[in-house]
């Protein structure tokens, strides 16, 4: 069974930061050729990519978001990162992790309050 745990969300004055944490159970064999994600959720609106990263490393961000996130992997840990710096009330969201290869796995979510 494969599971996507994140971890790390929370409540943040505007400039702090947080680090989201996604660790992945039952796609560990292969993890390494799994593209992953970081999506968002804000109430009423859709589901965005926040970051993404490759089987390669391959990076790619929101515009809104480049040079405040940065996302990584440890495919020796089987888990995926989310480094964000300078946050700002439009970050709140329900942060998902996403797992990509062949098929796409989801995680429960994370929720993450930009607010003073």
């Known amino acids: 069974q494969v599971q996507l745990v994140e971890s790390g969300g929370g409540l943040v004055q505007p400039g702090g930061s947080l680090r989201l944490s996604c660790a992945a159970s039952?796609?560990?064999?292969?993890?390494?050729?799994?593209?992953l994600g970081w999506y968002r959720q804000a109430p009423g609106k859709q589901r965005e990519l926040a970051a993404r990263i490759t089987s390669s490393s391959i990076t790619n961000y929101l515009d809104s978001v480049k040079g405040r996130f940065t996302i990584s992997r440890d495919n020796a840990k089987n888990t995926v990162y989310l480094q964000m710096n300078s946050l700002r009330p439009e970050d709140t969201a329900v942060y998902y992790c996403?797992?990509?290869?062949?098929?796409?796995?989801w995680g429960q979510g994370t929720q993450v309050t930009v607010s003073s």
């Open positions: 996403n797992a990509e290869y062949g098929r796409t796995y």
């Open positions: 039952g796609i560990t064999l292969n993890f390494v050729k799994y593209a």
